[in-house]
């Protein structure tokens, strides 16, 4: 071998010797540089460990396991929230991006198996404004860029009281975010970052919505701003017996199940730091909701607004251009007498398609519901409901055209709930309301034949002849005002304003059945 080859060989060897030498002592140094910032780099209220770290200098990639993080309030009275996870990689960073373009930029980030506990009762807000607000508003020295984020086979769990209530608990939760991007630009803003694309996953959520009240799903997917959610259950936690016991004021108890729902095209973010959403299309699949209020618990006296003045004064931008719930049934249970079982009425094969659901949409732009269902298994009904929400005086329009019903049908209500029993036979009945949230104006026409009714007897068993004899005096047996056959009547109601909309659509009918009737 010639000197020169030799000494072109030894060249090589050093460099590569130096090479690797270097590698060595940088992969030391980073890993020195990430242990001293997990031991001494962290906020107080911060405690972090992991239990290995690889470090590819070359590929720019590092990989832990066995990551723990847990967070107290800064006054570190307790921990109110612990992360575990298997690992964390952080793929590709990118050193010229670094050197040259004044960016942190990474290929990717992936978190493997986080099970993260939160526990909202014993979270306390900073109060020292002045510090958090300095820590906000130090500058970024450079951008941040990553290129995909994804988090895998996550569980969440959130406990909202001392004795460890399930708030929240979410398994397997798969998470994927694209182009991610934060400069100091952006976290001036409510929504900090900015992405290109995103999806997530899970089997199930349970969520606790109230005090009574929990929301359990099956499958749910979020993809290409689309959401699909496979069997959701919205019920009471307790027994009718026990809620009933726990209550102070009247609240129903429930039990709602939909067999699906997808939601389209959804966007959200921040306007002037206000929230938005919007979404071209929301469809539930196969309602079925079965509501039982107990009249003789105590009345919720606080005053209900229409539903136009509740979306009008939402805390949100609501945008849904259109709603559609299909293939649905309601059942409502009233107990007005102790001594009697619920009265009942029921609406089969519900169908809606309502239009303009939110608060921006501009003044006459309405709100517009067409219903149709069938009353009681045989009687059809269509109704057409709007309203404008940003009309102040929450002004409404309801009509309804109900087919035929034969009044029997409607006993098992009547009887339990108003003591009496009801015979004949109504072919069609159509209503119009006019109203406000302060008074209403109802027309209505109704065609009818042989009406009858009876009062009966505490028992429920047996009739007050008597008394019933008497009322069907005041009663007209037959509609026959004008050439169709039907009876014309109006009233103008004014609303019991501690109580819901379709009380207020009762006292309507009510009156208007009165001016026909008697």
Same mark, same amino acid.
């Not at 006296?301 to 607004?305: A, Y």
């Not at 309301?433 to 009818?448: L, P, V």
């Not at 009510?510 to 008697?518: Q, T, V």
């Given at each position: 071998? +010639?000197?020169?080859v030799?000494i072109?060989? !030894?060249?090589?060897g050093?460099i590569?010797?130096?090479?690797?030498?270097?590698l060595?002592? *940088?992969?030391?140094?980073?890993?020195?540089?990430?242990e001293?910032?997990?031991?001494?780099?962290?906020?107080?209220? $911060?405690?972090a460990?992991? *239990? &290995?770290?690889?470090? @590819?200098?070359?590929?720019?990639?590092?990989?832990?396991?066995?990551?723990?993080?847990s967070?107290q309030?800064? +006054?570190?009275?307790?921990k @109110?929230?612990?992360?575990?996870?298997?690992?964390?990689?952080? #793929?590709?960073?990118k050193y010229?991006?670094?050197?040259?373009?004044?960016?942190?930029?990474?290929?990717? $980030?992936q978190?493997s198996?986080?099970?993260?506990?939160y526990?909202?009762?014993?979270?306390?807000?900073?109060?020292?404004?002045?510090?958090s607000?300095?820590?906000?508003?130090?500058p970024?020295?450079r951008?941040?860029?990553?290129?995909?984020f994804?988090i895998?086979?996550?569980?969440?769990t959130?406990?909202?009281?001392?004795?460890?209530?399930?708030?929240?608990?979410?398994?397997?939760?798969?998470?994927?975010?694209?182009?991610?991007?934060f400069?100091? #630009?952006?976290?001036?803003?409510?929504?900090?970052? /900015?992405?290109?694309?995103?999806?997530a996953?899970?089997d199930?959520?349970?969520?606790?919505? *109230?005090?009574?009240?929990?929301?359990k799903?099956?499958?749910?997917?979020?993809?290409?701003?689309k959401l699909t959610?496979?069997?959701i259950?919205l019920?009471?936690?307790y027994?009718?017996?026990?809620?009933?016991?726990?209550?102070?004021?009247e609240?129903? @108890?429930?039990?709602?199940?939909?067999?699906?729902?997808?939601?389209?095209?959804?966007?959200?973010?921040f306007?002037?730091?206000?929230f938005?959403y919007?979404?071209?299309?929301? !469809?539930?699949?196969? $309602?079925?909701?079965?509501?039982?209020?107990?009249?003789?618990?105590?009345d919720d006296?606080?005053?209900?607004?229409l539903y136009?003045?509740?979306?009008?004064?939402?805390?949100?931008?609501?945008t849904? =251009?259109?709603?559609?719930?299909?293939?649905?049934?309601?059942? %409502?249970?009233?107990?007005?007498?102790?001594?009697?079982?619920p009265?009942? $009425?029921?609406?089969?094969?519900?169908?809606?398609?309502?239009?303009?659901?939110? &608060?921006t949409?501009?003044?006459?732009?309405?709100?517009?519901?067409?219903i149709?269902s /069938?009353?009681?298994q045989?009687?059809?009904?269509?109704?057409?409901?709007?309203? =404008?929400?940003?009309?102040?005086s929450?002004?409404f329009?309801?009509?309804?055209?109900?087919?035929?019903l034969?009044?029997?049908?409607?006993?098992?209500?009547?009887?339990? &709930?108003l003591?009496?029993?009801?015979?004949?036979?109504?072919d069609?009945?159509f209503?119009s !309301?006019?109203?406000?949230?302060?008074?209403?104006?109802?027309?209505?026409?109704?065609? %009818?034949d @042989?009406?009858?009714v009876?009062?009966l007897?505490?028992?429920?068993?047996?009739?007050?002849?008597?008394?019933?004899g008497?009322?069907?005096?005041?009663?007209?047996?037959?509609?026959?005002?004008?050439? #169709?056959g039907?009876?014309?009547?109006?009233?103008?109601?004014?609303?019991d304003? /501690?109580?819901?909309?379709? &009380?207020y659509?009762?006292?309507?009918v009510?009156?208007?059945?009165?001016?026909?009737?008697?």
């Open positions: 071998m +010639s000197k020169k030799r072109t060989l !030894i060249t090589i050093s590569i010797g130096l090479l690797l030498l270097a060595i002592i *940088g992969n030391i140094v980073v890993k020195n540089k990430v001293k910032f997990f031991t001494n780099g962290l906020p107080e209220h $911060i405690a460990s992991y *239990g &290995n770290l690889d470090v @590819h200098l070359i590929t720019g990639t590092m990989t832990f396991s066995d990551i723990s993080v967070l309030d800064t +006054s570190k009275k307790a @109110h929230t612990h992360v575990k996870t298997e690992k964390l990689i952080v #793929e590709d960073f010229w991006d670094y050197l040259f373009n004044n960016q942190i930029h990474l290929e990717a $980030i978190i198996k986080p099970d993260i506990t526990y909202k009762h014993k979270y306390q807000p900073n109060q020292n404004t002045t510090n607000s300095t820590a906000t508003n130090k970024l020295q951008t941040v860029l990553i290129d995909k994804s895998d086979n996550a569980k969440i959130m406990y909202d009281d001392t004795t460890y209530s399930t708030f929240l608990y979410v398994p397997d939760i798969m998470v994927t975010v694209s182009g991610l991007y400069d100091n #630009e952006t976290l001036q803003k409510r929504l900090p970052v /900015t992405y290109k694309n995103y999806q996953s899970t199930s959520i349970f969520l606790k919505v *109230g005090a009574y009240e929990a929301l799903t099956g499958p749910l997917q979020l993809k290409n701003k959610v496979d069997s259950r019920y009471t936690k027994s009718i017996a026990k809620h009933t016991e726990l209550l102070e004021k609240r129903d @108890h429930f039990d709602v199940s939909v067999g699906s729902l997808s939601v389209n095209n959804i966007d959200f973010g306007t002037d730091r206000q938005f919007k979404t071209s299309k929301i !469809i539930f699949d196969k $309602i079925d909701a079965t509501i039982y209020r107990n009249k003789l618990v105590a006296t606080r005053e209900k607004p136009s003045k509740m979306l009008r004064e939402l805390p949100i931008a609501l849904v =251009d259109s709603l559609l719930i299909n293939n649905s049934n309601v059942r %409502y249970e009233e107990k007005v007498k102790a001594d009697q079982p009265g009942t $009425i029921h609406f089969d094969n519900l169908n809606a398609n309502i239009e303009n659901v939110g &608060n949409y501009p003044e006459k732009q309405s709100t517009n519901m067409k149709t /069938t009353f009681m045989s009687t059809p009904v269509n109704v057409d409901w709007t309203f =404008d929400v940003q009309d102040t929450d002004a329009t309801f009509k309804a055209d109900i087919g035929p034969a009044a029997e049908q409607l006993n098992s209500f009547t009887k339990p &709930n003591r009496a029993a009801l015979e004949g036979k109504v069609q009945t209503f !309301i006019y109203g406000t949230s302060n008074q209403s104006e109802i027309d209505m026409r109704i065609k %009818y @042989h009406f009858k009876d009062l007897k505490e028992d429920g068993s047996s009739t007050k002849t008597l008394l019933s008497l009322a069907n005096l005041f009663l007209k047996s037959d509609s026959e005002n004008d050439s #169709e039907f009876t014309k009547g109006s009233a103008t109601v004014q609303p304003k /501690t109580k819901s909309f379709f &009380n659509l009762w006292l309507n009510r009156d208007a059945l009165k001016a026909c009737l008697l």
